[in-house]
């Protein structure tokens, strides 16, 4: 099946870009994968698919497929991407769309300096919703808020990382690190990726704070690995800095692929905001196999 596509980057964080605004393209999660893979296929951390408004409020729905081909709820980075790419398709001229993922609904917002800005939404805290499980553990006061101990599965001897738990849309365990250039983010990223006490896995990340207004983070994606940037996983560390009252309301998040800028009031109900960069690469068309 010969498909068209363009692939886009926001801060390092790549993706394959499908229109799918006047038909199902119905891809199989092995097809999804074969986009996604480096050697055989264009490579990608997810596939977005755009595809129309599914309802009154809303200018279109955003798919995110990772790069194991699962679906996935929201994707930050991914999100820049999308309203840049609905805008140059002209498929909207609008400077804000409202969109549904699979995680809610967001608003992006095209910004004059060219960046775009995700309304992402407020955090959400409730452990079942995250979903979480931390029957048996005793968390750890911290600022407002607290950190949970999280054992390393298969690893008796090691002593538990303290995380924080929350979702973005998309669930998130964040833990503070002195240097992220040595953080064992490829060791401890899987562990906790597919940790039992997260039962639909979770985002790694792991973050360096430089000054109450600037963090470094890295972040072991759930279903694609490490990646240059991770949206979500910014709003969420940002939000837990916050909470553990490390961080002011406005931060610069360097990732390894750019600088990522998010605002929170610290009130709980209050939306994430993210601002960065989305740049259309290439376009293309792509034989994928049956």
């Given at each position: 099946?010969l498909?068209r596509f ?10 394959v870009v499908l229109d799918?605004?006047?038909g199902?393209l119905n ?6 994968r ?5 050697h055989?296929g264009?490579?990608a951390d997810?596939?977005?698919s755009v595809r129309p408004s599914?309802?009154a409020g809303?200018?279109f729905?955003?798919?995110i497929?990772?790069?194991?081909g699962?679906?996935?709820?929201q ?6 991407c ?6 140059e398709q002209?498929?909207t001229?609008k400077?804000?769309?409202r969109v549904?993922t699979l995680g809610g609904v967001?608003e992006l ?6 960046r775009?800005?995700v309304?992402?939404?407020?955090p959400?805290?409730d452990?079942a919703r995250?979903p979480?499980?931390a029957c ?8 407002s808020?607290?950190k949970?101990p ?13 995380i924080?738990a ?6 998130h365990?964040?833990q503070l690190?002195d240097?992220?250039a040595?953080?064992?983010?490829l060791?401890?990223?899987?562990l906790?990726?597919?940790?039992v006490?997260?039962?639909r896995?979770v985002?790694?990340?792991?973050m ?7 963090i470094?983070l890295r972040?072991?994606?759930?279903g694609?690995?490490?990646?240059l940037?991770c949206g ?5 560390a940002?939000?837990?800095g ?8 406005r ?6 692929g750019?600088?990522?800028t998010i605002?929170?009031?610290?009130q709980?109900?209050a939306p994430?905001?993210?601002t ?6 290439f ?7 049956e």
């Amino acid at each position: 099946m010969l498909i068209r596509f363009t692939k886009m980057q926001g801060a390092g964080n790549d993706f394959v870009v499908l229109d799918e605004t006047r038909g199902r393209l119905n891809l199989s999660p092995g097809q999804y994968r074969f986009l996604a893979d480096r050697h055989f296929g264009v490579g990608a951390d997810q596939i977005l698919s755009v595809r129309p408004s599914p309802g009154a409020g809303i200018d279109f729905e955003y798919v995110i497929h990772n790069a194991d081909g699962g679906e996935v709820e929201q994707c930050g980075n991914g999100a820049r991407c999308f309203v840049r790419f609905v805008r140059e398709q002209g498929l909207t001229t609008k400077d804000a769309v409202r969109v549904k993922t699979l995680g809610g609904v967001i608003e992006l917002r095209m910004q004059p300096d060219g960046r775009v800005t995700v309304n992402m939404g407020a955090p959400v805290f409730d452990l079942a919703r995250i979903p979480f499980d931390a029957c048996g553990l005793t968390p750890q006061a911290v600022g407002s808020w607290q950190k949970w101990p999280l054992a390393h599965t298969g690893r008796a001897q090691a002593a538990p990382v303290f995380i924080a738990a929350l979702s973005m849309g998309n669930p998130h365990a964040v833990q503070l690190v002195d240097d992220v250039a040595l953080a064992p983010v490829l060791q401890s990223g899987p562990l906790i990726e597919q940790h039992v006490r997260f039962p639909r896995r979770v985002n790694a990340g792991f973050m360096q704070v430089v000054s109450t207004r600037q963090i470094r983070l890295r972040v072991y994606e759930r279903g694609a690995g490490e990646t240059l940037a991770c949206g979500s996983g910014a709003c969420a560390a940002v939000v837990a800095g916050i909470r553990w009252g490390l961080l002011d309301a406005r931060v610069e998040v360097l990732t390894r692929g750019g600088l990522l800028t998010i605002e929170w009031s610290g009130q709980l109900d209050a939306p994430v905001m993210l601002t960065g960069p989305a740049t259309t690469v290439f376009a293309s068309q792509i034989d994928v196999p049956e």
